[in-house]
């Protein structure tokens, strides 16, 4: 384990250094979030032992939109199984924007990734539920395992999202249209959109993916959230599709699973270390948080957290 005195410095070292980078925007086309302060910027490592480091605006709550595609994926595999969710959903990046429907079009209607909206729609399709309140109530239990505290739909952002998620409601027919939607659509559209709608802080961002990195056991709570087994495949749908399409760049440059949320949150993992996590509206063209890109890479780089890096060479 990295020293404490190091953690604490690399923290502090990239929240000074990046946490008021020039560039990006907020994105604009959820009204909601067009109205976030963007000065806004907040950084925080939980590590596998439960040790939590902060810097900046890591407490303030911001909608976790895309990162929640991570704890549906979770919960699905926890109920039919890595096989089931790669054979119906796909383990594989489709290079194209996270709401591309280019991308369905391409690949018979298979979503191809859990992580872009058409796979995320159809994982939470997958989930077995009695109704929509049921599937709802399962993904929020999850989301609030994982972040080891209970969290909250925002009525302000979901109200937001759901008077102006045309698109997504389109992808969610031509899901059905090709046989790659398992339930009801618009209620697999509903619910996703809640999902999107949970409010959580950087802190709670970085204790979910130090869930992950400690195999499924929530390193604050000690609660087995899920199967060890299930860790690896959400790892691997991360690296390939966790930033979208510049995931490649992302393993290429930082080296570590991670997940963006147009709502300005990152998370990177670093399996049986912990997680590092940033917060900060302003996006780059693909939909990544600038400042939170930065700052993560920062953390991981001074701490010498990659995964692909050879231990003692
Ligand atoms: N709710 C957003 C959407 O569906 C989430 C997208 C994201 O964070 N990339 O478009």
Not at 35 to 54: I, M, N, R
């Amino acid at each position: 384990m990295t020293d404490t005195q190091a953690i604490r410095a690399a923290v502090a070292a990239a929240h000074a250094q990046h946490g008021a980078d020039p560039g990006g925007a907020n994105a604009s086309y959820i009204p909601y979030l067009a109205s976030v302060p963007a000065h806004l910027a907040g950084l925080a490592v939980v590590t596998v032992d439960g040790q939590v480091f902060e810097a900046g605006d890591a407490r303030y709550e911001f909608a976790i939109e895309s990162i929640s595609k991570v704890c549906t994926l979770a919960a699905a595999l926890e109920q039919v199984g890595p096989d089931v969710v790669r054979e119906k959903i796909g383990a594989e990046p489709t290079g194209l924007p996270f709401n591309s429907v280019m991308a369905l079009e391409l690949h018979g209607g298979k979503p191809l990734s859990p992580l872009v909206n058409a796979g995320a729609m159809a994982t939470a399709s997958l989930l077995r539920a009695q109704d929509v309140e049921d599937r709802w109530r399962q993904i929020l239990s999850m989301q609030s395992r994982l972040a080891g505290r209970a969290l909250a739909l925002s009525d302000e952002v979901n109200r937001s999202e759901q008077t102006t998620n045309f698109h997504n409601r389109a992808i969610a027919w031509l899901l059905y249209s090709a046989g790659t939607m398992y339930c009801e659509p618009m209620q697999a559209c509903d619910v996703y959109t809640r999902q999107c709608s949970t409010l959580i802080t950087a802190v709670d961002l970085a204790t979910m993916g130090a869930t992950l990195a400690a195999g499924g056991v929530n390193p604050v709570t000690r609660e087995r959230v899920l199967a060890a087994a299930n860790v690896p495949p959400i790892l691997a749908e991360m690296t390939m599709e966790g930033l979208y399409d510049s995931s490649g760049d992302w393993a290429y440059t930082v080296g570590l699973p991670g997940k963006s949320g147009v709502g300005g949150g990152l998370v990177a993992v670093m399996p049986g270390w912990g997680a590092i996590a940033g917060f900060s509206p302003p996006l780059d063209e693909v939909g990544n948080s600038v400042r939170a890109q930065a700052m993560v890479a920062q953390v991981a780089r001074a701490l010498g957290l990659n995964l692909y890096r050879v231990p003692g060479a």
